[in-house]
């Protein structure tokens, strides 16, 4: 027989799992590294800015590179337990903002 725990339980063991600024950031590098981003940097806002602690910039070749970079890391932060993110410009990819947060 299976535990269930309830709703609220769920919710404060999420709430109570924290997870590390530092582990996104090397969770984004190496997911650009992986799609062969180009021009990465990063730059450290940790104690500078209340807004994130690591802002990363990167470029594409092409903007169906850049699209599905964006795409790749959504998925891969969703899956590392970083809950969602917000994307922005996606649809003609010039330019494509991930909001993961922290980073």
């Known amino acids: 027989m299976t535990s269930v725990q ?3 339980a769920k919710a404060d063991t999420a709430q109570k799992t ?3 600024p530092a582990a996104l950031h090397d969770l984004v ?14 730059i450290p806002l940790e104690g500078k800015s209340s807004v994130a602690d ?42 494509v903002l991930v909001d993961a947060g922290d980073v």
Request: hydrophobic share 40%; aromatic share 6%.
């Open 29 to 42: 590098l190496a997911s650009l590294d992986d799609d062969q981003a180009q021009e990465v940097v990063s």
């Open 54 to 95: 690591y802002m990363v910039i990167a470029s594409g070749r092409s903007t169906r590179q850049v699209a599905t970079m964006a795409q790749k890391l959504a998925e891969r932060i969703k899956h590392g337990g970083f809950g969602h993110v917000r994307i922005e410009g996606l649809p003609a990819a010039d330019w």
């Open 6 to 8: 309830p709703l609220s």
């Open 18 to 20: 924290p997870y590390s």
